[in-house]
């Protein structure tokens, strides 16, 4: 049975970092493109990063602060998120491309 379990979500300043993982179950991160999405209230859900094989890929809108990155012995994908701002206030999921999975998501809220 594929899972992904999100964690690592919380409140934090502007200017902050947090770091958010994402476990697998059921499935190998090893040989999956993975992604980062994030939802805003009132807004549709958008790319945050994707990871396939060793390339990366970032929104514009991230670029230089967030980090996408993994560890296929823990097979988990992390996303590590620095000098955050009020605008990345969202419900950040975790997704597997290929095979259309998506975790239950994790909340990221940054005060200003």
């Known amino acids: 049975q594929v899972q992904l379990a999100e964690s690592g979500g919380g409140l934090v300043q502007a200017g902050g970092s947090l770091r958010l993982s994402c476990t697998a179950s059921g499935f190998n991160v090893r040989f999956t493109a993975m992604g980062w999405y994030r939802q805003a209230p009132e807004k549709q859900r958008e790319v945050v990063a994707t990871i396939i094989r060793g390339s990366t890929n970032y929104a514009d809108f991230v670029k230089g602060r967030f980090t996408i990155s993994k560890d296929n012995a823990k097979n988990t994908v992390y996303l590590q998120m620095n000098n955050l701002k009020a605008e990345d206030t969202a419900i950040y999921y975790c997704?597997?491309?290929?095979?259309?999975?998506w975790g239950q998501g994790t909340q990221v809220t940054v005060s200003s």
């Open positions: 997704h597997a491309e290929a095979l259309g999975y």
